[in-house]
């Protein structure tokens, strides 16, 4: 990994950015399990490996025990390697569960405006992949209940009531009782 250095305003080193061999932004500071940055020095979650080619049948059951752990921003990155490695007719399935799962680490962060927009986002992108496949149990999955259950969670994240939701409380089932 290469990296580059500067100072700061305050004349202080500034902190090297951490790159890939190509150039490109790699942040290597630990995480905890709902993606937010910790301190170099502290331990985190295990990040989730990109680009992983899985089954369909792999990736739910793998974004579903992560989701179930409380770690919906991983179970974002399984959907988002599904979303990229996958069928072209099944992008768009993916890419919504992937804002679901966003969604669920926003709100689980105290992110309304941001948990409510990506919830309702990914509904709508589920909803609209049923409507013109008409597929409503792709892979097991409920497809009509988790837009049922990202809608409600949705309009329960924004009126405030309960501030961050518990993500491994709040999680969806993938495959039925969302």
């Known amino acids: 990994m290469s990296s580059t250095s500067s100072s700061t305003s305050s004349g202080r080193p500034a902190r090297a950015r951490d790159r890939d ?16 940055p910790l ?12 680009g992983v080619v899985r089954t369909p049948w792999e990736t739910v059951a793998e974004a579903q025990a992560l989701l179930d752990e409380g770690k919906p921003f991983h179970a974002h990155e399984v959907f988002e390697d599904a979303w990229k490695t996958g069928p072209e007719a099944e992008r768009a399935l993916w890419r919504g569960l992937a804002q679901l799962a966003v969604g669920l680490t926003h709100a ?9 927009r990506l919830l309702r986002r990914g509904a709508g992108a589920v909803e609209e992949w049923v409507a013109d496949t008409g597929e409503r149990t792709p892979y097991g999955m409920d497809a009509p209940g988790l837009v049922a259950w990202a809608r409600e969670l949705a309009d329960t994240v924004e009126n405030g009531a309960m501030g961050a939701v518990d993500a491994a409380e709040r999680a969806p089932r993938l495959r039925g009782g969302a």
């Open 21 to 36: 061999d190509e150039g490109r932004a790699r942040n290597a500071r630990p995480r905890d399990g709902l993606g937010r």
């Open 39 to 50: 301190p170099y020095d502290a331990d985190g979650v295990p990040r989730q490996p990109e």
């Open 108 to 116: 689980a962060r105290g992110n309304v405006t941001g948990g409510a």
